[in-house]
């Protein structure tokens, strides 16, 4: 079924371990998380708000916040060479301030975020930014890097773009700040993006557009995209492959057809009972699945979920945890239903 190969492989996280050491005790925020995203793939990370998707997206970039440190694992980024054999690094072992990382931070992986006036400076033109980062990572001169924002910025759909690089992050509107982002992430043409609820801020008609022109983009430039989201209706239209997350842990990973045709874990079925009737969007969706996410210094004993599963064996689910099993090519479960 599966013709891909191991050269596909762009990026290959192993077992990784984000831990925060609080006065409180230990918050294990991503705890033996693997997934693969291959050239040109999609892979979309799900789960309700605080399982670690953001946490996970963050290390991958070394750009974990203060607490968390990786305690485990591995993140196996594959580099493309102009000439010879690409090589593999693994990030997890990376200086997160060395040269090192930064070269491969912002020019081949590169982030955008939920909020973009968070992630834009407001002191400076959206030109400028868009700049920065080329004039960091290419050896071009500023009138060649000024050329290749313009043209990122309309790739990116921005309107008038030759006017709008001069304007302030103030001056634009929220899809046109959304689309300066991406515009900024894009400008050194990265072969992974990752999107961390790039549209959860956004309202539906504008929510809409840049999903559009995510799909667009990588259409174009053939990049991965990592796709985070808690709405299971963005990982239907954005996909290929999705792994569910559940209080840092992986429960279920699959071809987006199957996770939704044939979706295995009892977390994942109860994700997708809460996805609203088509056409309405945000708020608090998931709040269908009984109980709450646990506090995240006491996790439960054996599988993470099983104080709110409705299929809970007492003296089972919650003593070993569930070993991954595969049940269909490419899909994998963590749960004692399927021995
Ligand atoms: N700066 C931090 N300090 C302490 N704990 C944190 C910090 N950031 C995140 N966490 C914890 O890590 C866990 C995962 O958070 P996060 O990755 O942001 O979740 P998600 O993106 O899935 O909503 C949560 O329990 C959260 O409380
Ligand atoms: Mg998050």
Request: charged share 20%.
């Amino acid at each position: 079924m599966d013709q891909r190969t191991e050269q596909d492989i762009l990026l290959e996280v192993k077992n990784l371990q984000t831990h925060f050491a609080m006065r409180e005790g230990v918050v294990r925020a991503v705890d033996g998380v693997s997934l693969t995203v291959r050239n040109g793939q999609t892979v979309g990370v799900v789960g309700e708000s605080g399982c670690g998707k953001s946490i996970t997206a963050r290390s991958i970039l070394r750009i974990e916040p203060r607490p968390g440190k990786i305690v485990g694992g591995e993140i196996l980024w594959r580099r493309a060479h102009q000439n010879g054999q690409p090589t593999v690094v693994d990030l997890a072992q990376l200086d997160k301030a060395g040269a090192e990382i930064r070269k491969i931070r912002g020019a081949e992986i590169a982030m955008i975020f939920q909020e973009p006036m968070a992630s834009l400076s407001p002191v400076h033109t959206i030109g400028f930014q868009i700049m920065e980062g080329i004039l960091l990572h290419q050896h071009v001169t500023r009138a060649e890097a000024r050329a290749i924002a313009i043209d990122t910025l309309q790739l990116c759909g921005m309107p008038q773009p030759a006017q709008t690089i001069d304007r302030y992050p103030h001056q634009l509107s929220g899809g046109m700040r959304q689309r300066a982002m991406i515009a900024i992430a894009l400008a050194c043409r990265p072969n992974l993006l990752i999107a961390d609820e790039p549209t959860t801020a956004l309202d539906v008609t504008t929510q809409a557009q840049i999903l559009s022109l995510m799909r667009r983009l990588q259409a174009e430039l053939g990049m991965a995209i990592l796709f985070i989201t808690h709405d299971l209706g963005v990982i239907a239209k954005m996909t290929e492959y999705v792994v569910v997350m559940y209080l840092g842990k992986i429960v279920e990973a699959a071809p987006v057809k199957e996770l939704f045709g044939a979706p295995k874990h009892p977390y994942t079925e109860a994700l997708l009972r809460s996805i609203p009737q088509l056409g309405r969007t945000g708020g608090e969706r998931l709040a269908v699945i009984p109980g709450n996410v646990p506090d995240p210094f006491s996790a439960p004993p054996g599988c993470p979920f099983h104080p709110r599963c409705h299929r809970f064996i007492p003296g089972v689910c919650d003593t070993g945890e569930p070993p991954e099993v595969t049940v269909a090519p490419g899909h994998t479960v963590r749960c004692v239903l399927y021995p």
